[in-house]
C-alpha cells in the first residue's frame, strides 16, 4: 500500500518522504547520545568529594574521563582550575557549559527543519498537480477522462498527508529531544554549582589553616 501512495505521490512525495528519513536518522543518533550523556549526577558528584576529600586529584581527574557526559565534563574542568579564584572557576565551567549544550543541540535543527516545510512540501505537491489536472481539463476539453483527473487529484491528496504524517512526528521528536536536553542541563547546573562550592570552600578552608 505505503508503495503504490509513494509511486502515485510523484517527485515531490519522493523528496517528503526522503526528509523523513533523514529526520530519523537524526533522532534516532541523537536519541542516543542523549542516552548515553545522561548520568546519575548526585551519585557522581558525592563519588567525586569523597576523592577530592582525600586529595586525590589524579583518580578524580581519571573517573571524569571514564564517565561519559557533560556533567562529567564540567567537573573535570572546574577540577582543572581548582587552584583559581572562584569567578574564574565559575567562567571555565560556564564556558565549557556553552559548548556542551551546543554539542548537545547539534543537527537538531534538520529535525525541526523537516518539521516546518514537510506541510509545505505537501502543499506544494498538491498546488503542482491541480494545476496539471486543469492544464489537461483545458487542453483535453472534449477528449477528458475521468481517470486522468482522479490520478492527478489522487497525487495531490497524497502529497498533502505525507507531508502532514512526516511533520507530526517530527515535531513530537524535536520536542522530546529538547525535554531531554533540558533534563540534562539541569543536572548540569546542580553539578557545577556544587563542584564549585566544594573547591572553593575547600581552597578556603585550607588558606584558614595555613594562617593558624
Given at each position: 500500500m505505503f508503495l503504490y501512495l509513494l509511486k502515485e505521490s510523484g517527485p515531490?512525495?519522493?523528496?517528503?518522504?526522503?526528509?523523513?528519513?533523514?529526520?530519523?536518522?537524526?533522532?534516532?543518533?541523537?536519541?542516543?547520545?542523549?542516552?548515553?550523556?545522561?548520568?546519575?549526577?548526585?551519585?557522581?558528584?558525592k563519588g567525586i568529594f569523597n576523592i577530592l576529600g582525600r586529595k586525590n586529584i589524579p583518580e578524580a581527574l581519571m573517573i571524569c574521563d571514564e564517565t561519559p557526559g557533560p556533567v562529567a565534563y564540567l567537573v573535570k574542568?572546574?577540577?582543572?582550575?581548582?587552584?583559581?579564584?572562584?569567578?574564574?572557576?565559575?567562567s571555565a565551567v560556564d564556558d565549557a557549559s556553552m559548548a556542551e549544550i551546543s554539542r548537545m543541540e547539534r543537527r537538531l535543527v534538520v529535525i525541526a527543519t523537516v518539521a516546518q516545510i514537510a506541510p509545505l512540501l505537501g502543499l506544494l505537491g498538491?498546488?503542482?498537480a491541480m494545476v496539471q489536472g486543469l492544464l489537461v481539463m483545458q487542453q483535453q476539453?472534449?477528449?477528458?477522462?475521468?481517470v486522468d483527473i482522479m490520478g492527478l487529484l489522487m497525487q495531490a491528496l497524497i502529497c498533502t498527508g505525507f507531508g502532514l504524517t512526516t511533520s507530526i512526528p517530527c515535531y513530537a521528536a524535536f520536542n522530546l529531544l529538547?525535554?531531554?536536553?533540558?533534563?540534562?542541563?539541569?543536572?548540569?547546573?546542580?553539578?557545577?554549582?556544587?563542584?564549585?562550592?566544594?573547591?572553593?570552600?575547600?581552597?578556603?578552608?585550607?588558606?584558614?589553616?595555613k594562617n593558624v
Amino acid at each position: 500500500m505505503f508503495l503504490y501512495l509513494l509511486k502515485e505521490s510523484g517527485p515531490v512525495g519522493w523528496v517528503i518522504i526522503a526528509c523523513g528519513i533523514v529526520a530519523f536518522i537524526v533522532f534516532v543518533e541523537r536519541g542516543l547520545h542523549l542516552h548515553r550523556a545522561r548520568i546519575k549526577a548526585d551519585d557522581f558528584l558525592k563519588g567525586i568529594f569523597n576523592i577530592l576529600g582525600r586529595k586525590n586529584i589524579p583518580e578524580a581527574l581519571m573517573i571524569c574521563d571514564e564517565t561519559p557526559g557533560p556533567v562529567a565534563y564540567l567537573v573535570k574542568t572546574a577540577i582543572l582550575h581548582r587552584d583559581e579564584s572562584r569567578d574564574a572557576i565559575r567562567s571555565a565551567v560556564d564556558d565549557a557549559s556553552m559548548a556542551e549544550i551546543s554539542r548537545m543541540e547539534r543537527r537538531l535543527v534538520v529535525i525541526a527543519t523537516v518539521a516546518q516545510i514537510a506541510p509545505l512540501l505537501g502543499l506544494l505537491g498538491t498546488v503542482l498537480a491541480m494545476v496539471q489536472g486543469l492544464l489537461v481539463m483545458q487542453q483535453q476539453t472534449r477528449l477528458i477522462q475521468s481517470v486522468d483527473i482522479m490520478g492527478l487529484l489522487m497525487q495531490a491528496l497524497i502529497c498533502t498527508g505525507f507531508g502532514l504524517t512526516t511533520s507530526i512526528p517530527c515535531y513530537a521528536a524535536f520536542n522530546l529531544l529538547v525535554v531531554k536536553i533540558d533534563r540534562i542541563v539541569l543536572d548540569m547546573e546542580r553539578a557545577a554549582s556544587g563542584i564549585v562550592a566544594f573547591l572553593t570552600g575547600a581552597m578556603t578552608d585550607s588558606t584558614e589553616k595555613k594562617n593558624v
